[in-house]
């Protein structure tokens, strides 16, 4: 966490989907070390109880919600149960996501349905909850979804990946149209490659990397490393902080490569 975001979300309450790992475990770090009281969801207890206590110890008021946010009932239930621990919910970040591979032609119907379960339903449903609560306090507050650059179009193998992130960019800034005078700001985070258990998981399930695959892919990128959870953890806090003023509706690529540039 840089010491540039302390503070920013001091006062506030956030709920982060998927925080038990990877970008979603670092909003988490990042949004208690800039001030937040914080609730994450996750679906390993042990993961979120071990992270809760962790982050507890040093004094954060931070709550695990075990729940599968997949299921729109336990999506809406995470918002559900934040109001209740905290009272209000003023700052949501959609970080719970499914990478399994699948191209156009071997994606089953069930496998589609898991990604768009993880990746656009459940980011729908825990927005919905998330606004009802700002807007009957008549409150603002700010969401931010991690998407992905793939969802420019991506590789063959993420076919039902990006179908998904693509359509959460259409509903990161449907969202924001139909919520910017009730002064609700959401944004979205195009991440790129970045060096998460989760990815190391899949890089050694679907592509026989070894355990130097982060080290040897980032040989090949501009900064000579893979972007590390904490960068865009950074990028969340500042994005639901006020210090990032009046911005809504936007998609940022957080990424090395530049889309449609070519050498």
């Known amino acids: ?5 302390g503070g ?7 709920l982060v989907s998927g925080g038990t790992q990877g970008v979603g475990a670092a909003v988490v770090r990042a949004a208690v070390a800039a001030g937040a009281r914080v609730a994450f969801t996750g679906r390993r207890a042990d993961v979120g109880d071990a992270l809760a206590a962790e982050l507890g110890a040093g004094g954060a008021d931070v709550r ?4 599968d946010v997949a299921d729109p009932a336990q999506a809406t239930a995470s918002v559900e149960a934040t109001v209740a621990a905290f009272g209000r919910v003023d700052g949501l970040c959609n970080a719970a996501g499914l990478t399994t591979r699948g191209t156009l032609l071997d994606t089953t119907p069930e ?3 898991e990604h768009i379960a993880v990746n656009l339903r459940a980011p729908f449903f825990t927005m919905a909850a998330a606004v009802r609560d700002m807007r009957g306090r008549g409150a603002p507050g700010a969401i931010v ?9 991506g590789q063959p193998y993420l076919a039902p990946y990006v179908a998904a992130k693509a359509g959460l960019i259409g509903l ?5 149209h139909a919520h910017r005078f009730d002064r609700i700001r959401v944004n979205g985070l195009n991440i790129g490659w970045t060096d ?3 990815e190391a998981i899949t890089q050694k399930r679907f592509h026989a990397a070894t355990d130097d695959w982060a080290q040897e892919a980032g040989h090949g990128l501009p900064a000579g490393r893979l972007a590390q959870p904490s960068e865009a953890a950074d990028a969340v806090v500042f994005l639901l902080s006020d210090r990032s ?3 809504t509706g936007s998609v940022i690529d957080w990424d090395q490569h530049v889309p449609g540039a070519y050498d």
């Open 1 to 5: 966490m840089s010491a540039a975001a």
């Open 8 to 14: 920013y979300l001091a006062g506030r309450v956030v």
């Open 64 to 67: 695990f919600l075990m729940a």
């Open 111 to 113: 496998l589609f349905d």
């Open 145 to 153: 979804n991690i998407i992905s650059m793939s969802a420019h179009g």
């Open 172 to 176: 990161t800034r449907n969202t924001a």
């Open 196 to 198: 998460t258990e989760g």
């Open 245 to 247: 003023g009046i911005v």
